[in-house]
């Protein structure tokens, strides 16, 4: 298995493993799946300032994750918020960690402090969410932060929301500006 970039081409497979996380679960917090196009423009505009990653073996794509802006203010610009997913029944084979620790080392590389993950957790275990995602983090070192309660209504019911962290370099008195859009495999 292969850690590569992401590129605009790769749009519609990425599509793909997205869609059943929209259609079927609460774990993405989307009512509708994007568009084609949609997708593109988000992955072209990710990928401007930061790692937009792909897992691949013998040519299919089995997962992506990518890092994107915390909070849209300069002071922020140290964290950022991290995104995965994994191509449905490719689960517990190690893509997540894969991608995950690849995306580490490329955002360290560009001068990023603090991933956080925003993930949404069941109320009560219902078939559409489960904790896995918090167990996920938590094993790649991420720390709870934060619970809301309520938050995300889909699928006629209500799920609550928890921010991770991690941090991954030194908060010095002097930061060194983030190299947004260098950063390397």
């Known amino acids: 298995m292969k850690i590569e970039k992401v590129t605009i081409e790769d749009a519609a497979e990425l599509l793909s493993i997205y869609e059943p996380y929209v259609r079927e679960t609460a774990i993405s917090f989307e009512h509708e799946v994007p568009t084609l196009e949609e997708f593109q423009t988000r992955?072209?505009?990710?990928?401007?300032?930061?790692?937009?990653?792909?897992?691949?073996?013998n040519g299919e794509i089995l997962g992506f994750a990518y890092a994107n802006t915390f909070k849209d203010r300069k002071a922020y610009d140290w964290a950022v918020e991290t995104t995965v997913y994994v191509k449905q029944g490719k689960h517990r084979m190690g893509i997540g960690k894969l991608l995950y620790d690849q995306?580490?080392?490329?955002?360290k590389g560009m001068?990023?402090?603090?991933?956080?993950?925003?993930?949404a957790v069941p109320v009560k275990e219902d078939g559409r969410l489960t904790d896995a995602s918090y167990r996920f983090h938590k094993e790649m070192g991420f720390t709870l932060v934060g619970r809301f309660h309520n938050?995300?209504?889909?699928?006629?019911?209500w799920y609550d929301m928890i921010w991770m962290e991690k941090m991954i370099g030194e908060h010095n008195a002097i930061a060194p500006d983030v190299q947004f859009g260098k950063w390397s495999l």
């Open 43 to 57: 992955i072209k505009n990710i990928s401007s300032k930061y790692p937009y990653l792909k897992a691949v073996e």
């Open 103 to 107: 995306l580490e080392k490329s955002l």
């Open 151 to 157: 938050i995300g209504y889909k699928f006629n019911d």
């Open 111 to 119: 001068g990023i402090l603090n991933m956080n993950a925003c993930i």
